[in-house]
């Protein structure tokens, strides 16, 4: 089944995270959905993979691939892993979703040596237009929710996300911004440019030294 | 009629189908309680072939009042066996692939050392003679067994409800000795709840004027009713209530109104009196009572300082632990305490909690989720380990 998969061309976004992670790692993917991402990882670059997801369909697609997945999400099911135990935990387009994004943020760089956070960017310019022009909440392309049903509860800009490591002492490794195109920038701190033009955004951040 | 009365289990052990090994002989069987048993039995059933370099073998373990057939045929009730939607040629235990090895626990009435076997001393049943177990005792009893039969590292230990119990004591003092573990609906330790309705059962079979103290069958007698009545509370607790209520709902039995009676007029009550009724011609009283104490007793985070996760430091056994929605004899909150211990030592661990209204005894049933993941995660195992089975 797994080689099936690799068949599939990858998400954008996971296709960074992957090219991102060092061959023979540990790592954690919160939010796996049905484990794309995992069984690249351990079908190409011979990852320890493991998983966190909240759906059954999900937990039920991983497990039947052999992945090692966990059902649960990222806000109570963190917490007991022992800290740097994966050398990479990834959060791929979930941070908007969960509870308390300052706590899950703080856990990811704990239990892991580098923490990959992607989300989708809501300062880009044509939500800020559909904004103005529509005068109603803009959601995601893809998304078939509204803004009464939809689980993202804390979505954010480039410039959010930025200032929140800072406020957690997080130190950002890499900041890199993808268009529509899928064309990938690199962000410098507090990018204007970036935050109007990336479609979604990919950190990769460890603790701030102390 | 004294042969009837005397006899609990209709077909004696030397009768009964599957294998049947006497240990403890030269190293005696020291029990958690400080007693010891030597020699003891197991009585244990096979299905497949164990390999050349015996790695196929899948020890299954059943659940409180199973026993070691549960792919066949049983000898005393005739009815299939209690997993035979999961073990067999093609399904998802498969025994074309793999050995699969099911044994009486230590306590039960299958065969397998009990309170109704005979003690050598006095040459009659133990009765309450019999020394208190526990979940430890059992898998140390099944370890042995293991070793009789020469393997020295199971591919996978599996069981559901008192079965998961020892499958988390078989990862937890004999990790090194397995590939995979798999605990269905299964908790680390018996909570205040469980050990309540476990004590109601207790008390119905011990009131029971035909329990004797538990001399029942050396006064050629049997208590029937206290059993039944423990059988039918327990039952209930491996349903639900949206089960209950498809299966029977207010039906009545066999009738078109209340007879303003204590009749089984509900179909309900007539399931459960049969229930009760076809339990006590295959299991023992005191069996019963034994090894409910053994659950009880059980709480595997106290054996380990208090702290679960030490109960499996340093394990490189793959988990697959599984829950039930519905479950409320084993609710998912305990399978998912036991996933955080293992996440805390970072174990590889898979968890899942099937969406289901059929209870505690989903586990049982036809729950394709369940059959599914756990082939899929069998195959991911096989694949990791680079075992070639």
Not at chain 2, 217 to 233: C, F, T, W, Y
Not at chain 2, 247 to 262: A, T
């Amino acid at each position: 089944m797994t080689e099936e998969l690799t068949d599939k061309p990858l998400r954008s976004d996971l296709k960074i995270i992957s090219d991102l992670i060092s061959p023979g790692s540990r790592v954690l993917d919160i939010g796996c959905g049905d484990g794309t991402l995992l069984a690249h990882l351990a079908e190409n670059k011979n990852i320890d993979a493991r998983g966190i997801e909240l759906s059954q369909e999900g937990v039920n697609a991983c497990v039947a691939k052999g992945l090692s997945v966990i059902q649960g999400n990222a806000d109570t099911d963190l917490a007991d892993y022992p800290s740097n135990a994966f050398d990479y935990v990834v959060l791929g387009q979930t941070l908007q979703a969960t509870r308390s994004p300052k706590d899950v943020l703080t856990t990811l760089v704990r239990i892991g040596q580098h923490a990959i956070v992607s989300f989708v960017n809501v300062g880009h310019w044509r939500t800020r237009l559909s904004l103005i022009l529509h005068g109603r909440v803009p959601v995601p392309d893809a998304s078939h929710y509204s803004w009464y049903d939809s689980p993202d509860i804390h979505l954010c800009t480039v410039l959010d996300f930025v200032d929140l490591c800072e406020e957690l002492g997080l130190k950002i490794d890499i900041g890199l911004s993808i268009d529509r195109n899928t064309k990938i920038q690199p962000i410098r701190t507090r990018s204007h440019t970036a935050n109007l033009k990336g479609d979604q955004a990919i950190f990769q951040l460890t603790r701030e030294r102390s | 009629m004294k042969t009837m009365t005397l006899s609990l289990n209709p077909i004696s052990k030397e009768n009964l189908p599957g294998h049947h090994v006497e240990l403890g002989v030269e190293t005696p069987l020291k029990l958690d309680s400080g007693a010891i048993l030597s020699p003891f039995d197991i009585a244990y059933q096979t299905y497949g072939v164990l390999n050349q370099d015996k790695s196929n073998a899948i020890l299954v373990c059943h659940a409180l009042t199973g026993d070691q057939y549960p792919a066949e045929e049983h000898p005393v009730t005739k009815k299939d066996g209690w997993w035979k939607l999961m073990i067999g040629p093609g399904k998802v235990l498969d025994t074309d692939r793999y050995f699969i090895i099911c044994s009486n626990v230590l306590g039960g009435c299958m065969g397998t050392t009990g309170p109704s076997s005979i003690d050598p001393k006095t040459k009659q049943p133990f009765g309450l003679k019999f020394p208190v177990i526990t979940i430890g005792d059992m898998v140390r009893a099944q370890k042995m067994m293991i070793d009789h039969l020469g393997i020295e590292k199971l591919f996978c230990v599996i069981g559901g409800s008192m079965g998961a119990m020892q499958v988390l004591e078989w990862a937890s003092k004999y990790g090194d000795q397995l590939h995979t573990a798999v605990p269905i609906a299964g908790a680390p330790r018996h909570s205040a709840q469980n050990i309540a309705f476990h004590e109601v059962g207790r008390q119905a079979i011990m009131a029971d004027p035909e329990w004797c103290q538990g001399n029942y069958s050396i006064e050629n007698k049997r208590p029937r009713r206290g059993l039944a009545v423990a059988r039918m509370e327990a039952h209930i607790t491996y349903l639900s209530e949206p089960a209950l209520h498809r299966k029977f709902g207010r039906r009545l039995q066999e009738r078109d109104q209340i007879s303003y009676g204590f009749d089984a007029d509900f179909e309900v009550e007539s399931y459960l009196r049969h229930q009760g009724s076809s339990f006590v011609e295959r299991f023992d009283a005191n069996s019963y009572l034994y090894i409910t104490r053994a659950m009880d007793y059980f709480d595997l985070a106290v054996e380990h300082g208090g702290v679960l996760a030490n109960a499996f430091h340093d394990t490189e056994v793959r988990f697959f632990v599984v829950s039930f929605s519905s479950d409320w004899l084993y609710p998912t909150i305990e399978s998912r305490t036991v996933v955080h211990a293992l996440n805390a030592v970072a174990a590889n661990v898979s968890f899942l909690e099937v969406q289901t209204d059929k209870g505690h005894d989903a586990f049982l049933l036809d729950e394709p989720v369940l059959h599914e993941t756990l082939s899929g995660f069998l195959d991911g195992a096989i694949r990791h380990s680079r075992l070639k089975l």
